[in-house]
């Protein structure tokens, strides 16, 4: 099992360019996540999803969109990118067990705005 | 959802327990606690979590306090590549969306 994939790895972006994130999983796990982790600093949550076609707003939605069409992707997008969004994005994933339900995380993806 | 703290650096030397402790005096009844680590650059990645007994895997043990207001997140015997920001996060189990990851503890396991 490859686990959590990220693509791409690195991104450099101008100001207002669009992008999308593409977050992948092979554990058939029922949530996924997007965090942004900026230099020094915790995760913090953009957007989740419980299921295929269902996502809800996280700690900093704001400048991003998601969709889950799929129940093993999840796609982060920035319609206008902003020098503020220079961070490193990790998508995770967990499964629905009841108890427990640890997240797993992918490599990252370290995307810059110029 | 409870918060926690933590010391924001420890060392340790090598081959050593490192001893990781954590806060959460806020803690509600129906709440785990689960630590994280994440080696630099990289994503985090699961360590251990428990709701009030000690719990011990390949990786380290988890000792939660009686009152469950603070626990300690052990690695018996810390290797260079322990080195690492380690989160101590307070949750109920169904909700990994809220996972709140602070700033965490950074561990340097030296030679």
């Known amino acids: 099992n490859a686990g959590v994939t990220q693509t791409p790895k690195f991104r450099v972006l101008k100001t207002g360019q669009s992008m999308t994130l593409l977050c992948a999983q092979d554990?058939?796990?029922?949530?996924m996540y997007w965090y942004r982790q900026d230099p020094g600093m915790g995760l913090r949550l953009i957007h989740y999803?419980?299921?295929?076609?269902?996502?809800a707003k996280g700690e900093v939605p704001d400048g991003y969109n998601v969709s889950r069409l799929k129940k093993q992707n999840f796609l982060l997008g920035l319609e206008s990118a902003a020098p503020s969004q220079t961070s490193v994005y990790f998508c995770?994933?967990?499964?629905?067990?009841?108890?427990?339900?640890?997240?797993?995380f992918g490599p990252g993806t370290r995307l810059t705005v110029l | 959802d409870a918060k926690t703290t933590q010391p924001p650096s420890m060392d340790c030397a090598e081959g050593r327990a490192a001893n990781l402790p954590c806060n959460h005096s806020?803690?509600?009844?129906?709440?785990?606690v689960y630590w994280y680590r994440q080696i630099h650059s990289q994503g985090p990645q699961y360590i251990i979590h428990?709701?009030?007994n000690n719990e011990t895997n390949e990786m380290a043990s988890l000792i939660i306090t009686e009152d469950r207001k603070s626990s300690t997140l052990i690695l018996p015997h810390a290797t260079l590549r322990d080195t690492a920001v380690y989160y101590c996060?307070?949750?109920?189990?169904?909700?990994?969306?809220?996972?709140?990851f602070g700033a965490g503890t950074r561990l340097f396991v030296k030679a």
């Open positions: 554990m058939n796990h029922e949530y």
């Open positions: 428990g709701l009030k």
């Open positions: 995770a994933s967990s499964p629905w067990r009841g108890i427990g339900n640890e997240q797993f």
């Open positions: 996060i307070v949750r109920v189990s169904t909700g990994g969306f809220k996972t709140i």
């Open positions: 806020t803690i509600s009844g129906n709440e785990y």
């Open positions: 999803s419980v299921g295929e076609g269902t996502t």
